[in-house]
């Protein structure tokens, strides 16, 4: 069982509980399951303080299903490059910094697993092999997914990209 099937699976025992005192535990597993996937973190914290049943399966929901959310997202805005599902544009030079912020962490990535030592005093002089990571968070996903629909970065799934 992964992540996600045992998120599910947590969120109908909380939807089967009636006893609010018994579901506790639920939702903190829920939480900290949530929270390992690429989901508006936020949103995830308010929803689980506001025990939120509806929403949190709409969380889970959208994570089962991202391409059939995505694809109607696209469909229903024509999305364009530079411009999310949601309808949001984003103007070049923010584009640019959020590239540049992210080869920089890519590169900083890359350069500590290079320089890490084995069992001897010298490094091994391997090159990494580390090709896509989590993005910065100074910018939020829309802005990621927009350069992935540009074509400039590459989704690898779990909320990685890869340069494009």
């Not at 909380?14 to 989901?39: C, E, H, M, Y």
């Not at 024509?78 to 640019?96: N, R, S, V």
């Given at each position: 069982?992964?992540?996600?099937?045992?998120?599910?699976?947590?969120?109908?025992?909380?939807?089967?509980?009636?006893?609010?005192?018994?579901?506790?535990?639920?939702?903190?597993?829920?939480?900290?399951?949530?929270?390992?996937?690429?989901?508006?973190?936020?949103?995830?914290?308010?929803?689980?303080?506001?025990?939120?049943?509806?929403?949190?399966?709409?969380?889970?929901?959208?994570?089962?299903?991202?391409?059939?959310?995505?694809?109607?997202n696209e469909q229903?805005?024509?999305?364009?490059?530079?411009?999310?599902?949601?309808?949001?544009?984003?103007?070049?030079?923010t584009l640019d910094?959020?590239?540049?912020?992210?080869?920089?962490?890519?590169?900083?990535?890359?350069?500590?697993?290079?320089?890490?030592?084995?069992?001897?005093?010298?490094?091994?002089?391997?090159?990494?092999?580390?090709?896509?990571?989590?993005?910065?968070?100074?910018?939020?996903?829309?802005?990621?997914?927009?350069?992935?629909?540009?074509?400039?970065?590459?989704?690898?799934?779990?909320?990685?990209?890869?340069?494009?």
């Amino acid at each position: 069982m992964n992540a996600l099937e045992k998120l599910r699976s947590v969120v109908d025992e909380i939807k089967a509980g009636s006893n609010p005192l018994q579901t506790q535990p639920n939702w903190d597993l829920a939480a900290r399951l949530a929270g390992r996937f690429p989901v508006d973190q936020r949103r995830l914290k308010q929803v689980v303080a506001m025990k939120d049943i509806a929403e949190l399966d709409a969380i889970v929901l959208g994570l089962e299903r991202p391409e059939h959310s995505s694809a109607e997202n696209e469909q229903s805005s024509g999305a364009t490059p530079g411009e999310t599902g949601d309808g949001a544009t984003y103007d070049k030079a923010t584009l640019d910094a959020a590239m540049r912020a992210f080869k920089k962490r890519l590169k900083l990535a890359r350069l500590n697993d290079e320089s890490k030592l084995g069992g001897r005093y010298t490094s091994g002089g391997k090159k990494s092999k580390i090709d896509a990571i989590e993005p910065p968070t100074e910018f939020g996903p829309e802005v990621w997914r927009a350069l992935a629909a540009e074509g400039r970065l590459r989704h690898t799934g779990q909320g990685f990209y890869a340069e494009g």
